[in-house]
């Protein structure tokens, strides 16, 4: 598959314009390993170093749907991997901001290096367990790698601004979670497979 025909694919699973655009702008190809060149644009998942891995296309694309981001917004990425997806980000907020938070050292060097001229994106090698504190609270709250239970997504959820949403893959499924006047309301979406968020 060549990237129009992706972008094609994506389209008619009902991807919105604003991702599609993201996806042309940003060339996948360069946050995946010389030896998976060649299946960039296949809708596959990628491995990466170290057990990671680059999520299928259609996986983050519907992903970055439930997320909403939209300009000007201040979003976290824990397990920010090869910074592929925050990539996308930054393309879709223009002159918001983005954290990654990756845990495996290699990885955070890498993408940091990818990353360097963007001035939205800020990545950060430690563990995404606790959030990060730091630059809270966030409008939109994105977890790429899944989590065994609730616990450690409900556990900052005190980092999500009002109005914010959370996406956060459970086991199978992947969950959007929205802050909505201090309520809480979860929707689950199940058939999905991602590797674990690490804890050290």
Do not use: H
């Not at 992706?6 to 993201?22: C, F, M, R, T, Y």
């Amino acid at each position: 598959m060549n990237k129009t025909a992706l972008l094609q694919s994506l389209k008619q699973k009902g991807i919105s314009q604003n991702i599609l655009d993201a996806f042309l702008k940003v060339k996948r190809e360069e946050f995946v390993p010389d030896n998976f060149k060649e299946y960039a644009y296949e809708d596959v998942a990628i491995p990466l170093e170290d057990g990671s891995s680059l999520s299928q296309p259609y996986t983050s694309a519907f992903m970055l749907s439930l997320l909403e981001p939209k300009q000007n917004q201040k979003i976290l990425e824990i397990g920010s991997g090869s910074g592929f997806v925050l990539a996308l980000l930054s393309e879709i907020i223009k002159n918001g901001k983005v954290y990654g938070l990756e845990i495996n050292k290699g990885l955070s060097i890498k993408s940091r290096k990818l990353l360097e001229k963007d001035s939205n994106i800020e990545i950060i090698n430690r563990s995404g367990f606790l959030g990060l504190p730091q630059f809270a609270p966030y409008d939109r709250i994105l977890f790429s790698a899944s989590c065994n239970d609730m616990r450690i997504p409900y556990n900052i959820l005190d980092q999500l601004s009002n109005d914010g949403i959370l996406v956060v893959p459970i086991r199978s499924s992947i969950f959007q979670i929205k802050k909505i006047d201090g309520k809480i309301s979860q929707k689950e979406f199940p058939g999905f497979a991602f590797v674990p968020l690490k804890e050290d």
